[in-house]
T-cell receptor, first 111, second 112 residues
């Protein structure tokens, strides 16, 4: 069956360091979305990727969808304390299907 | 202001009681969802609805029930059959399924 792993589960960085979280699937995905949840808050949509090899940037954030549509990553350059939170990937197995979410990567940033 | 509202923010109930969590959206979204989040965990789908008067079970539907009588509203009932109901419950909506999901602020349910 479908298996998607999100790694790492936790990441502690010094402010200014880079950060990357990955979602890796055993099968091809239709699409993938990324969300951020601040401590005590609710998830907020960041991006959706649907095309093979797609790369999208939002300021210091870079999102990638692998060529085989089995892997995705979120990379933050030069982290800031405002980046603290848990980052979730959510994937659709087929077009029009519901999302399934990963367990998230909890990022802490030491000032 | 457009958005999703959930009420109340905190809810306490005695074991054995049913409780209904409210979710209302004025975004004119067709699809609505209920997720459960436990401490340090991801989001697990309870139920979702793509259209009024229709809904589907998610991954952990046992012990829960929903209704979708109006486009704007998708209430979730946590029944006494749910063995571990204490959790953070999040409601979301989207134009498409799947599409960008907009989440409400959540309800923290504690069953004593």
């Amino acid at each position: 069956g479908q298996q998607v792993m999100q790694i790492p589960q936790y990441q502690h960085v010094q402010e200014g360091e880079d950060f990357t979280t990955y979602c890796n699937s055993s099968t091809t995905l239709s699409n993938i979305q990324w969300y951020k949840q601040r401590p005590g808050g609710h998830p907020v949509f960041l991006i959706q990727l649907v095309k093979s090899g797609e790369v999208k940037k939002q300021k210091r954030l870079t999102f990638q969808f692998g060529e085989a549509k089995k892997n995705s990553s979120l990379h933050i350059t030069a982290t800031q304390t405002t980046d603290v939170g848990t980052y979730f990937c959510g994937w659709g197995e087929t077009s029009g299907s519901r999302l399934t979410f990963g367990e998230g990567t909890q990022l802490t940033v030491n000032p | 202001d457009g958005g999703i509202t959930q009420s109340p923010k905190y809810l306490f109930r005695k074991e054995g009681q049913n409780v209904t969590l409210s979710c209302e959206q004025n975004l004119n979204h067709d699809a609505m969802y209920w997720y459960r989040q436990d401490p340090g965990q991801g989001l697990r789908l309870i139920y979702y609805s793509q259209i009024v008067n229709d809904f589907q079970k998610g991954d952990i539907a046992e012990g829960y029930s929903v209704s979708r009588e109006k486009k704007e509203s998708f209430p979730l009932t946590v029944t006494s059959a749910q063995k571990n109901p204490t959790a953070f419950y999040l409601c979301a909506s989207s134009i498409l399924n799947p599409g960008e999901q907009f989440f409400g602020p959540g309800t923290r349910l504690t069953v004593l």
